[in-house]
């Protein structure tokens, strides 16, 4: 695909102020879904993560790993038990769940990062402490953050790398705890006063009809979420995803969005165009110029 000299140079004049404004600050970005898993995706996430480095963007990668888990699983005999829709993770799941996000997808990124990244999990330099998580329904080892600990993080930041970071924390005892990556992430976010949060799926962002990509939710401000989620349009796995996005918002991360990882360099265009890509989350009064 040819693109004259002309497109170029309004392209890059147009990503100016964006390249200004993200210079020198922290970008969180939540990967999953078919991103994750289609191979020409997944290399032109990571080279756009590499590109933002390289313009000076500190940028942290935070990923989950279901469909991998579910694989493993599946390969070792291992049963999935859901309660009410969702994972109870026994001893043996755990064991699986550590070995496959902070071992196999955790080093495939890290490998496509070209030596820029680094692979962690939370229990890395006490990065995610946590507690398990105590709810209507026991869930077993799965985990509710207490605290984030940046201090690694920052130091590979400064050092001009990509922290790769897998959702696995820990509690006092070492004991290892599954975190939904979508907690995790806005967590992070908030300990490092992100500028942003962006959260990678596999839908064009929040629709009014799910079936239906015209209905599209181009800006959200976080007092409208509770509406939606008594409407019905907030629902299933966009629950912790868009929670977590309402308390970084409410905790300082100045916006946070969602974005189709299933079109190519949605990242770039996101954070450096002024059509962005997805549903955008800010608080008024918070954001940018307004």
Do not use: W
């Not at 955790?106 to 496509?112: F, H, M, Y």
């Not at 509690?171 to 300990?191: F, L, P, S, V």
């Amino acid at each position: 695909m040819g693109m004259k000299n002309q497109e170029m140079a309004l392209l890059f004049s147009e990503a100016t102020p964006y390249i200004q404004k993200y210079h020198g600050k922290t970008l969180v970005i939540k990967y999953g879904g078919n991103a994750m898993i289609n191979q020409e995706l997944k290399n032109a996430v990571m080279n756009d993560l590499v590109t933002l480095t390289l313009l000076g963007v500190r940028v942290v990668l935070v990923h989950g790993g279901g469909p991998a888990i579910n694989k493993m699983l599946d390969k070792v005999g291992v049963e999935s038990k859901f309660i009410g829709g969702l994972r109870y993770t026994d001893a043996a799941t755990m064991e699986i769940v550590q070995q496959v996000l902070a071992g196999q997808v955790n080093k495939d990124l890290v490998a496509l990062l070209r030596g820029r990244g680094v692979g962690l999990c939370g229990m890395d330099g006490h990065m995610i402490m946590c507690h398990k998580l105590e709810g209507e329904t026991d869930l077993g080892y799965v985990g509710e953050i207490d605290k984030v600990n940046t201090h690694l993080i920052d130091n590979l930041l400064d050092d001009g790398y990509i922290p790769v970071i897998a959702t696995v924390g820990m509690d006092d005892t070492g004991t290892a705890y599954n975190i939904n990556a979508d907690t995790a992430a806005a967590q992070i976010a908030i300990a490092l006063k992100a500028e942003k949060l962006v959260s990678m799926t596999d839908i064009a962002g929040l629709l009014l009809d799910k079936d239906d990509e015209s209905t599209l939710i181009p800006s959200v401000e976080v007092s409208e979420i509770e509406g939606y989620q008594k409407q019905g349009v907030i629902s299933g796995g966009m629950v912790p995803k868009i929670r977590g996005m309402a308390d970084a918002l409410y905790q300082g991360v100045k916006e946070a969005s969602i974005i189709d990882g299933r079109v190519l360099h949605s990242i770039l265009l996101e954070i450096f165009s002024d059509r962005g890509s997805g549903t955008l989350f800010y608080r008024r009064g918070a954001r940018h110029g307004n």
